[in-house]
C-alpha cells in the first residue's frame, strides 16, 4: 500500500477567516466544509480542515509548495496586503525571499498565527 497523506486540522481564532485566507493565498476554490470544520482542499483531495479549538492556538509551521507562477502571484498578494514576511524561519531577514534549495521562498503568519513557508522547489 502507498501512503499519501489526506488532512490536518488547522487551530483557528477564526475558522472561515483563514479558510479564505489560504483560498485566496493559493488560489483554490471553496471546498464543502461540515460540522466544526471549514475545509480548503488542495491537489491530490488534500484537506486542510480549520477548526476552532476551546484552547490557547499554538503556533505551528506549514510549509506548501507551489509552482514560479503562483509563488509570485501570492508574494504580490503578501506584499499588496502588507504581510510581514521574511526570506528566513528566524525572522531576520524581513521583506525579503530566499533562493535556497534551488528555488525561491518566504515565510509569514496566517490570521491565527502559525508560521507559512512558501517555496518552489522542495528540500529534498
Known sequence: MTVTFNHTIIAAKDRHESARFFRELLEVPEAP??????N???DEGVLLQFAEPPVDIQMQH???????????????????????????????????????????????????????ELITRPYL
Do not use: C
Not at 499588496?80 to 503568519?109: C, L, S
Open 33 to 38: 466544509s461540515w460540522g466544526p470544520f471549514t
Open 40 to 42: 480548503v482542499q488542495l
Open 62 to 116: 506549514y510549509a506548501f509548495l507551489v509552482d514560479d507562477e503562483l509563488f509570485d502571484r501570492a508574494y504580490g498578494r503578501i506584499v499588496e496586503r502588507g504581510i510581514e514576511h521574511w526570506a528566513d524561519p528566524q525572522m531576520r531577514r524581513p521583506g525579503e525571499t530566499n533562493t535556497e534549495h534551488g528555488g525561491r521562498g518566504v515565510y509569514f503568519k496566517d490570521p491565527a498565527g502559525h508560521a507559512i
